[in-house]
């Protein structure tokens, strides 16, 4: 077993590896691109070592923005036939070629605390990044934010892509029309560990809906197959808000507009609670049904600082069924299955948000034990994309850029340990 120090240049090796030259992969072969919230949390990392790579890779990440205000998850910067559907089935007709949908919106957060850690140059980095950054979450004020909380138009903008949360919703969606296509993830990992050919199916159709409706926000909202309103988007969006907050205060801009958002969400997340299961659940919009189902994004409620002691009930409950926490999904929930995805792995960036929403509510015993967990899990089963909670088996793409970056900048023993800043 490699100790801190082989980690931490085992770690860096990796972020070094994937470094495309302004940007990183997430690990060569399954994904050949710049992915938005990857790139944050992987300039994060990388700053902890190089601070002018990890401010390049945000600036390039945000670079990428669409005139909407919206920053697209995939970026293609150079084209890879490995990875499907490419820009040729997105059709966004933008430059540089991307998607035409986002993703959780981490960079505000990572912005600030790569600003609080480069005393020499990030209060300038930041300045310029600020207009961006606001711009974007405008972006999500805007158009995703009619019931209150950040609803998502695709399974993908979450971040959780086969997620249980989406089951209902998917299950509405008619794959008939997809017409015949080649999926490539599974030529890089075993099938068993990837997404369904039945969530395939809706994926795919709903790229080709939004690109029919050449990513209209206003049209998406009202004819989209899928909208459902997600814990996870809204509790990164609260926190990011408030980390914006922090910057603008910093950079001496007024934060009334900011604030006013943090209101609005505060409200909005209470719409996500659901009161018969007692815990915080994804909303079909379309529906108005809930999920029923507990998943690690319901966890991140203290980081949009929304936490309270029945979500402490559930944390606690499944963190004793849990070798490797936390899994991202319920243990008890049928459909749990360890080693598909987000339907129960245990995600290191997750547990990360967990562990600096626990750190943020003054819970820093359960943020150390979640931290020690996680540094346990990486320095028995290494950099993996995610990994089973019940034994620890690392799955997924290996020598992962998030997986690396997350253990630099904050599960390592020697992680700078920075989050606060008022
Ligand atoms: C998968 C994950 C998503 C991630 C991407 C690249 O699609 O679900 O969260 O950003 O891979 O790592």
């Known amino acids: ?104 919106p981490v960079a505000a957060s990572m912005v600030k605390l790569m600003m609080l850690d480069d005393s020499e140059n990030g209060l300038q980095k930041a300045r310029d990044l600020f207009p961006k950054l606001k711009a974007w979450h405008a972006w999500f004020m805007r158009e995703r934010c009619e019931s209150g909380a950040v609803a998502i138009m695709h399974p993908w903008e979450s971040g959780r892509d086969n997620a249980r949360d989406w089951d209902g919703a998917m299950a509405n969606i008619d794959p008939s029309n997809v017409g015949e296509y080649t999926r490539r993830d599974t030529s890089h990992v075993d099938s068993s560990m990837r997404p369904t050919k039945e969530d395939y199916d809706r994926f795919i159709t709903l790229v080709h809906q939004g690109r029919d409706l050449h990513w209209d926000q206003s049209k998406i909202r009202e004819q989209g197959y899928f909208r459902v309103a997600c814990p996870g988007m809204t509790f990164i969006l609260m926190r990011a808000n408030l980390d914006l907050a922090i910057i603008a205060k910093s950079l001496g801009e007024p934060t009334d507009e900011i604030d006013a958002w943090s209101e609005t969400l505060q409200k909005g997340a209470t719409t996500l609670w659901n009161a018969e299961r007692q815990h915080y659940d994804s909303l079909d919009l379309r529906t108005g ?6 998943s690690n994004a319901s966890f991140l409620c203290w980081y949009g600082d929304a936490g309270n002691d029945t979500m402490f009930e559930h944390y606690e409950r499944v963190l004793s069924i849990s070798k490797y926490p936390v899994p991202s999904l319920d243990p008890a929930d049928p459909h749990f299955d360890s080693l598909r995805y987000w339907r129960g792995p245990t995600w290191g960036i997750i547990n990360t948000l967990i562990g600096q929403g626990f750190h943020y509510n003054g819970y820093d015993d359960k943020a150390t034990t979640l931290r020690k967990a996680t540094a346990d ?40 340990q920075t989050l606060d800043s008022e």
């Not at 700053?47 to 919206?70: I, K, R, V």
């Not at 049904?289 to 507990?294: H, I, N, P, R, V």
Request: hydrophobic fraction near 35%; proline fraction near 9%.
């Open 1 to 104: 077993m490699l100790n801190t120090q082989e980690l931490d240049q085992r770690a860096r090796e990796i972020i070094r590896q994937n470094d495309m030259g302004g940007y990183t992969v997430p690990t060569h072969g399954l994904y050949p691109y710049q992915w938005n919230w990857d790139s944050a949390f992987s300039a994060w990392g990388t700053a902890t070592f190089d601070t002018t790579t990890g401010w390049a890779e945000m600036e390039t990440l945000m670079n990428a923005q669409w005139d909407t205000g919206m920053v697209p998850h995939i970026v293609f910067h150079k084209l890879d036939p490995g990875y499907f559907p490419g820009p040729d089935v997105w059709q966004t007709g933008h430059t540089p070629p991307t998607s035409g949908i986002t993703q959780p």
């Open 289 to 294: 049904e809930f999920a029923g189902c507990l």
């Open 377 to 416: 899990l990486i320095q028995e089963h290494g950099f993996a994309e995610y990994f089973d909670p019940n034994n620890g088996q690392p799955a997924g793409g290996s020598d992962f850029t998030w997986t690396a970056a997350i253990w630099l900048a904050w599960a390592s023993p020697s992680a700078p």
